[in-house]
């Protein structure tokens, strides 16, 4: 006998070995209704993302990896000729940034931990993509001194509007070196495309400070980000236990850490003088308990409308994303968001296609697309 099976008992029968893929939940916010879409998966700890012309993305994996990710989400081999790193504690492959020209001279910036004598620092390095290698790297800068431990490297890059290379980096958990001149520890830097000093940096000629230092009295910094109308450099940075912040980084001004802080020591001890002093820098936004932020970027896009000019900010620590809406300069009110994606985020991205991406930092990492659910 002929046996026939509808439809719906074909469905009921597969039910349980065959997978149906499903849209992702809708998550509700203040301006708009999301969905979490995964781009990319199996990243070991991702850590910083550039978007080619074409539309695939660029990615660092901080253990010393750097992948391509295509449109269709899918990961090319590690590329080639990647420098070695030190792999250990906040240490390893960290961020990275398109050159301006890049869809002619195909050339990039990224910043690492270079393992050497006396332990290992923060290092910004360029080099041209060619699909399955680097080539022609070279190291543009290396944070002065190296040493020992895992800790505050920063470490973000950001080509600004001046056509200068800004980094950010961290005072090793050497707090007092923060207010040093003479180190590069706790320090923003300004450097020419090709590692040389810019003639205009405000230390420039003194014996007594580092020419490279645009700002100092920062602890670690891991968010950087241009702003799209004005073209200014803004930043954030780790507190301790509180007093995380984001300043908006002058020439030759002085941000406090370690003399003043919002936060208090990991024992609870007193760090500093208290909040304020004078000379020092008051910070545009504090998170007092901290939310370890990393990542940071001003959405430009118009796929959602009422995110349009509002900074978005990862934490590390509750694993939410944190909606900065502002008047200027001014912080109008915050807004706490994404804990439904189960996972830290280490860096957030304005696209050019429009949308905010975030990359999760796990040893299953993901490049996570936001979008409007309606």
Do not use: C
């Amino acid at each position: 006998m002929r046996l026939v099976l509808s439809a719906s008992l074909v469905m009921t029968l597969f039910a349980g070995s065959v997978a149906v893929a499903q849209p992702a939940p809708v998550i509700r916010t203040e301006a708009a209704s999301l969905r979490v879409v995964t781009v990319a998966s199996s990243l070991e700890n991702p850590w910083g993302m550039a978007f080619m012309p074409d539309g695939r993305i660029l990615v660092t994996e901080r253990p010393g990896r750097m992948r391509v990710v295509a449109k269709d989400g899918k990961l090319s081999p590690p590329l080639g000729n990647v420098p070695k790193v030190f792999n250990s504690g906040q240490g390893g492959l960290l961020d990275v940034a398109l050159d301006p020209g890049f869809a002619t001279n195909r050339t990039f910036y990224f910043t690492y931990a270079e393992p050497g004598e006396g332990g290992a620092s923060t290092a910004l390095a360029t080099a041209v993509f060619n699909e399955t290698a680097l080539a022609d790297v070279k190291v543009l800068f290396r944070q002065q001194p190296k040493l020992s431990g895992g800790l505050h490297f920063g470490s973000r890059v950001v080509v600004g509007s001046d056509g200068k290379l800004w980094l950010g980096v961290g005072e090793r958990y050497r707090r007092d070196e923060a207010q040093n001149l003479n180190v590069h520890l706790g320090k923003l830097l300004r450097l020419n495309k090709d590692g040389s000093v810019p003639a205009d940096n405000p230390f420039v000629g003194r014996s007594d400070a580092r020419p490279e230092i645009w700002s100092y009295g920062h602890r670690n910094i891991q968010g950087m980000a241009r702003h799209p109308q004005t073209g200014i450099v803004w930043l954030h940075e780790h507190g301790a236990q509180g007093g995380d912040e984001i300043n908006i980084p002058e020439r030759a001004k002085n941000y406090g850490w370690p003399v003043i802080t919002h936060g208090i020591d990991y024992s609870g001890a007193k760090i500093g003088v208290g909040t304020a002093a004078p000379g020092m820098e008051q910070p545009l936004l504090h998170w007092t308990p901290s939310i370890a932020p990393s990542g940071m970027a001003f959405y430009s896009g118009s796929k959602i409308p009422g995110w349009t000019g509002n900074l978005f900010v990862g934490s590390l620590k509750f694993g939410t994303l944190h909606r900065v809406v502002l008047d200027g300069t001014r912080v109008v009110r915050q807004e706490q968001m994404l804990k439904e994606i189960g996972d830290n985020i280490r860096d957030v991205r304005d696209a050019p296609d429009g949308f905010l991406y975030l990359a999760t930092d796990s040893p299953r990492g993901r490049i996570l697309r936001l979008e409007p659910a309606n």
